[in-house]
């Protein structure tokens, strides 16, 4: 059943004109619909009479949905932040490829308003999350484990479900969700995976093996990467945004996180869409 969306937050990471001018004809539709809107600080440049920035603590109490305005990086750092306690995210793309963000600009007045009609579509995805030294790091794509440096290599042995599956030599190890599938998983030659395939893709990086493949495994899996003796530094980045120096003999467990992350779509738009436009499949 479609809700209501009685107070609308904005959010993006940036404040250039081109955001701004989105941000203000999303006003511009809201408002005309009767809806509340309240602005993330990033946006205080456009703070008016009636359109004021409000704090995470309101945003999070109030909102009865997040409108993402940016590329996939601005919808990630929204996710993390809004849409992990239960806010609803829509996305406008002004990226490149966005596959997290459904509206392009020329679109965003009917798109918009279709919305807050109630003809839109839900999708849930689950984050992953990475436990290193008792300390918990959310990601929504991916973990990626690696040497931080151009052709150098780390050792490792992975776990899955506490059994051993190998020791490996290599750039480095991406841990992805199914949203992450269309992410740095995929220009590392990963899967594309469907997002309501509940898995979890594991694949090396440039590994020193001539037989060495992704693998899918399902999403309770519990994983675990210890950083063999003597390797070389190591890095762990969180969708590729937060990266943190690792030690020798590190432990790292990935696992499925207890929380979802609810997206909003126009009605009619699919993966496979989104597929054939960001990627350059054929239309035909």
């Not at 511009?28 to 009479?49: A, F, H, Q, W, Y």
């Not at 931080?148 to 059994?163: T, V």
């Not at 929380?259 to 035909?284: I, M, T, V």
Request: proline share 4%; charged share 25%.
């Amino acid at each position: 059943m479609s809700k209501k969306f009685n107070v609308i937050t904005l959010y993006s990471t940036k404040q250039d004109r081109s955001i701004l001018s989105i941000a203000k004809q999303c006003h511009e539709v809201l408002m005309s619909k009767g809806v509340k809107v309240l602005l993330d600080k990033n946006l205080s440049k456009i703070s008016s009479s009636g359109f004021r920035v409000a704090s995470e603590q309101r945003i999070l109490k109030d909102s009865d949905l997040m409108i993402s305005i940016g590329g996939d990086g601005t919808m990630l750092n929204c996710s993390r932040k809004y849409g992990i306690k239960g806010i609803p995210v829509l996305g406008i793309n002004l990226g490149n490829l966005g596959f997290l963000n459904d509206i392009p600009p020329e679109e965003l007045t009917s798109s918009l308003t279709k919305i807050l009609e109630g003809e839109y579509t839900e999708d849930n995805r689950f984050f992953l999350e990475a436990s290193l030294k008792g300390e918990k790091t959310i990601a929504l794509n991916e973990v990626v484990i690696h040497s931080g440096e151009i052709a150098q290599l780390i050792e490792y042995d992975l776990f899955i479900n506490e059994s051993f599956v190998y020791r490996q030599k290599a750039d480095g190890l991406i841990i992805s969700s199914p949203t992450g599938s269309t992410a740095y998983s995929l220009s590392g030659g990963g899967p594309i995976v469907h997002p309501k395939v509940k898995s979890i893709m594991i694949t090396p990086m440039l590994p020193l093996s001539l037989s060495s493949s992704s693998l899918l495994v399902e999403s309770e899996s519990k994983i675990r990467v210890n950083l063999v003796k003597g390797s070389k530094k190591a890095h762990i980045s969180f969708d590729s945004q937060r990266t943190s120096l690792l030690g020798a003999n590190e432990e790292i467990h990935v696992s499925k996180s207890p929380s979802n992350l609810k997206l909003l779509h126009p009605k009619g738009q699919d993966f496979f869409d989104a597929c054939r436009n960001k990627l350059g499949w054929s239309n035909e």
